[in-house]
């Protein structure tokens, strides 16, 4: 996991970037549809979460797919600094409040498999 730039501008949406990558030694089939897929933000030292690219647009379309050892797949998500709760869907009207400058953790989530948090900068 990894955000695309280490700070990001006022009014500009941050990208995330998830990379999943064959460790093994032989080809391995595995689920890397967007219901499996979780990127989520923290404050910097992890006490708080503030968005899931789930909460509000959950996905559920299966993408299986044979990776060769030391094959990679890659995805992208955008963010629009904006919270979220995981009940998102179930408010009317949910709250979703403008994030302020600061640093923060985005972590990516395939599964059960989570990724060390990676610092960015909302300036």
């Known amino acids: 996991m990894a955000a695309d730039k280490p700070t990001y501008l006022a009014g ?6 998830t990379v999943v990558t064959n460790i093994g030694t032989t080809p391995c089939e595995r689920d890397l549809g967007s219901s ?4 989520l933000v923290y404050t ?34 955008k963010w629009s600094a904006k919270t979220s709760a995981p009940d998102c869907l179930t ?3 949910p709250q979703r409040d403008p994030v302020g400058p600061g ?5 990516g ?3 059960q498999l989570r990724s060390a948090p990676e610092p960015f900068n909302l300036s």
Not at 103 to 107: K, L, R
């Open 44 to 77: 910097i030292d992890g006490a708080v979460r503030l968005w899931s690219n789930i909460d509000c647009f959950p996905q559920s379309a299966a993408d299986v797919r044979t990776l060769a050892p030391g094959e990679q797949a890659q995805f992208t998500v």
């Open 36 to 39: 499996l897929q979780q990127v």
């Open 109 to 111: 989530q395939l599964g």
């Open 103 to 107: 640093a923060y953790t985005v972590v």
């Open 91 to 93: 408010q009317p009207e």
């Open 12 to 17: 500009e949406e941050p990208s995330f970037t």
